[in-house]
């Protein structure tokens, strides 16, 4: 595989003492010389390094060069671990056990991934590492950012033979709680910096999603994507419908949205999407134990430069957060996304790259 990439990441520009612990940059690496770089800072995927149709490395996710920038970013979850709650909780409060819980508003009338200093601002220790793989861990405490109990959270990160990210968390809580733990990875599968991904093809396993008002919290409504501009259930291209007059669009700037994955039964690790980029020919697979996807296609995007100079524009990006649905907490007949003490929550994303033939 040909490795000729004059842009380097540098450890010494992650490396400081914060909150009393030691950041670092973590470089991971399979048999076949693929790559992956990841801070225990926020948990932040920096790099992902797959080899394209012409056999050469490409960056495929979006990320900052220096710690710093990562502090600072106008983006804060750049490829970090999102929690406690990715996606949004309605008005920040949400009920356990008869009582009402109040969590910082961050996002409009809403909370939204864990608040104003959630996983994603938080030094994680560093608990293995070997050469393919790291495992980390972070206990957050009662209270923090409003949420009940205090929760111990593993995670791994393994890079496989087969060019697979995957995700593996898991988390035991004191006392009764919520919780929903995400990747908040931006992939540009023609490349970090590259000007859009409105041309790469998609498609998501998924017959339902769930609407929502113009905050983006759900209605609770589930709904057939048939016949609307966010059925992926056969491929089409992103920006092939992204600017239809369609509410649902309209209310998140292009693709914002839950969908509600097909599955032959609850926590079955199964295939929740495919991308493609026609100009690479980058194949990314992804498979999840949850409930939901959140297809989002960087429509906030502001053009901030990201690693090695790049423009980070509208539309640049997409995300797929493996997830429970947004607001599940206010919504009895979503799946739970309560924790009880004795309770072990369990997690699995799996990000796997191929070249389309």
Known sequence: MENNRKEHLLREDFQRTLDNKQVDLFRLVNDNGAEIYVTNYGAFIVSILVPNKDNKLTDVVLGYQTLDAYINAPEKYLGSVVGRYGNRIAK???????????????????????????????????????????TLGYTSPDGEEGYPGQLEVVMTYELTNDNAVKIDYVAQTDATTVLNLTNHAFFNLSGAGEETITDHTMQINAKFYTPSDETLIPTGEIAKVEGTPLDFTTTHTIGERINDNFTALIYGKGYDHNYVLTKAYYGELSHAATAVSPKTGIRLDVFTTEPGVQLYTGNWLSGFEGKFGKCYGERSAFCLETQHFPDSPNHAHFPSTVLHP???????????????K
């Open 342 to 356: 004795g309770e072990k929550y369990r997690q699995t994303c799996t990000y796997k790259f191929s070249v389309e």
């Open 92 to 134: 920040g409060k949400f009920s356990l056990n008869g009582k009402e819980y109040t969590l910082a508003v961050n996002n409009g009338p809403n909370s939204l991934h864990g608040g104003i200093e959630g996983f994603n601002r938080k030094v994680w220790d560093v608990i293995s590492i070997t050469t393919n793989s790291i």
